[in-house]
């Protein structure tokens, strides 16, 4: 029997580690950047004299710096494009020949790209069929919707979890620990959101809310089936007469559960793997960030949910605060 | 007794699946088979055709319902037009019809649109499957609903324009007095003086959008009712009074045009009563009664809007990146059956079957609900397979446990589902509860990602939990009675070696187990 509970004194030291840069990188300044859905941007369409692919365009876009844009084939080998602000005129300059706005010189350099731009006939033209600003397609209010959403049902799950857990003593701890290690999930997933954002460029978009919507559902999942272990090993305990701690049964339920809990995680990490390796480039950035919300979901249900609930148990925290380790004491 | 049962229960599985399996199958299957699987190209020999889907009895197969970000739809351009409102603050008028088409989206549910201003007097709305003239006629209109009476002349008869463009009159009590006249005449709209002295024409800007629905009359047929808003009340009101003595017309001109009944005629009731804050629009069909109704609760655009350009566009994420995911999302699903097969052998073949069955019967329900399926919609369905499984492998955890301390093969189902049963119901009650409250959010913020998010997870989770309760432990039970159980390998070396070693039985406390009963051990 691995004895998980004797060690989560490291447990939590390793969960600060993870979680703390990602805590500092949110809290300066751009924490999160925020994907071309939620800001003004501008929108336009082209048509080359060859078919260029839609995932061509993008890659050329990203270089040229214009990263994420939303690109749609319609009629007639036509591309209609939403990125970021581009500028369509460039400001006089006081002195001089005009420069080339930003229009331009995207307009050049995607024609260096991919051969002749054409206007709507047919004929060489070099210039984008229309273009104009447009306004944000999402509200930027749906993150904090979202957010309150995943509040809410945190409380309402705190009260179904009580409820159902009645049959064991203090079973409202069952639920509060389960919404830390979700809490815990969902830092892990912002603080990596953030630091990959400083890093490389990734932004928040729609699909990254879909992501954390669903490590929501995934960590709160995986955190009751290992309480309801814990909950049939207490009450048989208590069936047999026997005065068994907490910290015992939460460590027989950890060991009992494991094989469940790397099985089921594993077939979730194979699908996501598989749709990573080999899926659309678009959706590729959501599938990372919901690989990462997994395996921190599967991590906390057995180093952090029921960790915490044997803390709690054991008094962890009044005997930190007066100076004993924790670690001695379990 | 029990055979019987399972036996029955088999069979509902297979008619279950077989159904679900026919009506998930895609269209063109090509598209979504990753290439190295060969499949024959359509092609069409007389009346035998290859490459499609399965056909039974020609039935139309009904496709997918899929997001704007999936599968493209309309993009429709409207462009404002204020030349005869100099006045009017066409930004605040544009963010309006903004909200107005978003209105106009949900109730005529299409999900998951995108709306953008575009340039300076422009809006952008790309709808998901729905064809363009559908588009124009639902989200393109203005939607500005006007109350009409008879056009009188300065000596009080009835105007009448002529093909030609010349006007003639008719006295009042002849056009009252014959229908056909009463359905060409000319008419204007309704107009009273309010308390301050302002001439106001009654418009669908006084309608209460709450109070706007659609029923059946005395008669059986549909009708139209609508409130009025305060304002709104008083001006019909006065209205009525003047137009009920004698009883003359009242026509609704919808964007100009007269709403017509089922009968083609132009609506136009005589005024019998004074009416204030609610009326009924009697004749109509009931398709047009509904449009009307969404159409008006969902009110009217600020300023008139004209469409610019109509175009079909192809997904958000890029129609390459779609294919390529299904294609993914299949080659996955067959990676999680073979290392289900591998690490449970036995009860890893039922739980792969067990997969199939849970893949076929959740697409069917999106497919015949129907749900509009978009990438967050396919989050839920990748993390509603994942719980599918989690279930199986509980219960294949608790069943070997059963196995190892000596249990028979019936008693260690029979005990492994009992165990594991708890586990699966609470996990997947929170998950629904959350899915509950992710929906209601969504639904009062307008969020229909949140929304689609929830609603297709609830629907995975609900069927997980059947197909882990009912397909596998059927299969399991099927298993029983035959030979496998002189073949312990089949469910896993750590429980031959138990069995094969002393008896394992003493390990637990006895009075601890579950209540159920030992079947006969072979």
Redesign the interface.
Known sequence: MIDFVGKRLWFYIFSMLIILPGLVSLLLPDGLRQGIEFSSGT?FTLRFAEPV???AL?SALAELGHAGA??????EGRL?VRTDLIEGASEAPPFGPALPSEREELETALQERFGPLLDSDGNVANRFLEF??????VSS??GR??A???V??SV??LI??TL?FASVPKPIRYGASAIFALAHDILVVLGAASILGRLFDFEID??F???T??I???S???S??V???V??NVR?AE??GLDVRLADAVNASLN??L??SL??S???V???V??I???????RD?LII?LIGLVSGTYSSIFVASQILVSWDEGDLPKLLRGEPAEEAA | MRERSTRLLLLFVVVLTTFSFFVTWPSNPKRYLPDFIPWPVEDCVGGICIGKGIDIFGIERREMRLGLDLR?GT?LVLEADISGQPDVDLNEALDTA?DVVERRVNAFGVAES??????AN?L?VQLPGISSDEAVDKIGRTAQLQFMELALAANGEVIFVQLDGTTTTQPLSTVLANELLIQEAQYVPVTVVDEQGVRLEISGAFLDRGDIFVDRNAAGLPQLNFGMNDEGAKLLSQATARLSNPPQPMAFFLDNEPIRGADGFVIAPRVRSQISDNGVIDGLTLGDAQTLAKLLRSGAFPIPLRVVQV???????????????V???L???V??MA??VL?YRLPGVLAALALFVYVSLTLAVFKLAPVTIT??GM??F??S???A??AN??IF?RMK?ELRVGRSLVGAIDTGFA?AW??IR??????L??????Y???D??G?S??KG?ALT?ALGVLVSMFSAITVTRTFLHALVGTTVMRHLWLFGSDVAAARGAAPAAGLR?A??RGGTQEGAEP
């Open positions: 929108t692919g839609e995932d993008r939303r690109i749609q084939k319609t009629a209609l104009s600003s447009v306004s944000p397609s209010d749906i919707n979202a309150l959403a995943v809410a049902a309402a799950i179904y979890i159902t729609t699909l809310i879909t992501a919507l669903t929501v559902g995934f709160v999942h995986d009751i089936v309480f309801d272990r909950r049939e048989r069936a047999a009992q559960t094989g469940r099985n089921t594993i077939t979730v194979l699908t996501l598989a749709l390796l080999l899926g659309g480039e678009t959706i959501f919901m | 493209g993009r903004v995108i709306t953008e201003r575009v340039g422009r952008s175009e079909d566009v192809d997904a958000t994420l890029g129609d390459q990146a779609v294919v390529d995911s294609q993914a999302g080659i996955a699903i990676v999680v290392f289900m690490y990438s967050a989050a839920a990748v993390l397979v994942g719980m499984v989690d492998v509980l955890e446990e165990r708890t586990s609470d996990s997947n009650v929170s998950t509860i959350t899915c509950v409250i992710l209601w959010f969504g009062q913020f969020a990602l949140v998010f997870l406390p009075a601890a």
